[in-house]
């Protein structure tokens, strides 16, 4: 990809202008251009430098193995299945199941919490403005939806509150869902893993519900012995402009992690 069309793809992450990489992909630098940050968020902050420099021993979420069956699945068996799924009480409420798109041999693995309304009526995740932001991110780093990365989300059907609006899934459902995202990974066997936001991030690594995101950042992950990056989820990016820089940083190390693996 030019620089010329990666700054129009950060320009519309809301994080222009481009910042230039130099001989790795690592941004050690903050661009003087960019505008400054409040004392507490630079407190926060790591260089990309230091971040890549930690690696982090997290244990496995999943104690359990996935069921046998799924666990044996092809690609073709694993979509049935999906589709005809009913091991947890979301399959009452959903439109569509919502397995995952792109690139089945990709090196990059994007995964989300789970669908919303507009992926429950399409069966395609990421669709909307989180999507398009989602999109552009990708395209910042040089891969795009179908080709060199995948997306999917922990739980395949859309969860709703009491009122009909999206939560997230409770740890019963994320548990009887995680054999399906287990064997994509397993058949994918992609390089990096980016994990979208607080309930994906705390699902794959078996974390306390409480760890905030912003203690998950900066640290390169390990699950299942592959590396994975924790970034914020694309929808709240939208909701909290100021975090795209630092969704920018992930997306660095993210970078990082993919060349030294
Ligand atoms: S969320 Fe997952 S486990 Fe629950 S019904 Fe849907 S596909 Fe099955």
Known sequence: ????RRAVFLDEMGIGPLWQRRDMPVATETPAALEPMPAVALAEERTVAEQASVIAAVPRAPEAPPSSAVAGMNWM???ESVAGCV???L???R???VFGVGDEKAKWLFIGEGPGRNEDQTGEPFVGPAGKLLDNMLRAIGVKRGENAYIANIVKCRPTDGNGRDRPPTQEETAACMPYLERQIALIQPTVLVALGKTAALSL???DPETPVS???GTVHRYAGLPLVVTYHPAYLLRSLPEKRKAWTDLCLAMTTYANA
């Open 1 to 4: 990809m030019t620089l010329e």
């Open 91 to 93: 399959c009452n409420g």
């Open 205 to 207: 690594l078996g974390l």
């Open 87 to 89: 091991k947890c009480g």
């Open 77 to 79: 068996q694993l979509k």
């Open 95 to 97: 439109t569509k199941t």
């Open 215 to 217: 203690k998950l950042r």
